[in-house]
């Protein structure tokens, strides 16, 4: 079987809710299942970094409190949030899955660069 989910994330720095070593960046994220069967989110694992070298780990259940069941060639999109220390960071990661034949497998997030606006030229 193939086990195929495809994750992009669109980055918005929110300047109305941040202020100096307070830096609030949204995430909206689209989680497509290009594989052949349906595929349960269980888990998430983060990794945030910021321009200091500072690395948080987050991890949990499901995303925004839901575990979506998606289905062959659907999506499943949703919004969240960090805050940095510092105007520019990354973050990247992976999902916990479990596609409905039983098999555990891991969703790459690829790496994806949080910075206010204009501060990366």
């Not at 694992?45 to 948080?56: K, L, M, R, V």
């Amino acid at each position: 079987m193939k086990y195929l989910i495809e994750v992009s994330v669109e980055p918005e720095f929110m300047q109305e809710h941040s202020e100096p070593n307070h830096y609030v960046f949204a995430y909206h994220v689209c989680i497509r299942n290009e594989g052949e069967q349906a595929a349960q989110l269980l888990g998430r694992q983060w990794i945030i970094t910021d321009s200091d070298g500072d690395i948080t780990e987050v991890q949990g259940e499901g995303v925004i409190g839901v575990q979506p069941l998606i289905q062959p060639q659907c999506e499943h999109r949703y919004s969240s949030f960090s805050v940095l220390k510092t105007p520019v960071g990354c973050m990247q990661g992976f999902y916990q899955m479990c596609a409905e034949d039983g098999t555990f497998f891991e969703a790459e997030i690829p790496t994806f660069t949080l910075a206010v606006k204009g501060f990366l030229q």
